[in-house]
């Protein structure tokens, strides 16, 4: 797989011939998680983005800030090759079901959801509190976040994504990888939901075939947003999570 971040676009792509993503992100409790969730996928190189929602203040503030995002009040009309679901969304739980997909990441609530979902890749991103909701508490140390994620990542069959600092990308058959970029600048509320749409992003403009390449993806996203965190740390001080959206671009065109 290339080195760079997104794929190159051939001459004659449109907008659904470099990944559809559908997100079902934000709550009336936090709207600007799906914001920030949809502005994550609106910059991982997808094409077309859909948003679903039963909350009209949660879409109005999606399309203010990004008007070409396609909204939807039901998630059952929609096909995509990637879903982010749960940013923002602490009670979603099981209350979507989704058509088949190619990737499926899962945040907050919907993480529980890991071992039924119908995608062929599943991704979730928990920091050390929901793996110890999800029954899988993190040890200390450099060593305790590896292992613990490894372990997640068997037990539920999927990609994890343990945030925090030295975020940990570990798969089920046992490949494990560490950012060591990130600095403390995205310990700030947002970022996590800026990623979960980076992520789902990238996995459909790319789309990987296997496993080892759905963590080279999933892996890219977790750099170009570290970069894009110290970028703005290096111009700004605190920053906060639209900082981080705002100089994302700036780093995935290398």
Known sequence: MKKSYLPKLSKDAHKSSHGTVAVIAG????????????????????????????????????????PDVVTH??????????????????????????NSANYAVLDSGAMSMAK????????????????RKLGFPIKEGAEGRRAGALEMA????????????????ASP????????????????????????????????????????DVVVVVFKAITAHALAGRAAAAELNPITATDVLDYLPIILKQ
Not at 73 to 98: C, H, M, N, Q, Y
């Open 154 to 169: 068997k037990a539920l069959n999927c990609v994890v994504v343990l945030k925090g600092s030295g975020t940990v990308v």
């Open 116 to 131: 039924e979902i119908n995608a062929k890749f599943v991704v979730i991103t928990p920091h050390e509190g929901e793996a």
């Open 27 to 66: 709550s009336p409790e936090f709207p600007g998680a799906a914001v920030l969730c949809v502005g994550g996928a609106r910059r991982g190189g997808s094409g077309y983005i859909n948003f679903v929602t039963s909350d009209d203040f949660t879409r109005s503030l999606v399309l203010n800030a990004f």
């Open 173 to 212: 058959d046992g490949l494990v990888a560490v950012d060591e970029l990130a600095g403390p600048e995205l310990a700030t509320a947002g970022t996590g939901d800026i990623l979960a749409g980076l992520i789902g992003s990238m996995l459909a403009a790319w789309q990987p075939k296997d496993l080892k």
């Open 73 to 98: 009040r039901a998630e059952r009309e929609i096909t995509a090759d990637a879903w982010v679901i749960g940013s923002g969304s602490p009670e979603l739980g099981r209350k979507f079901s989704i």
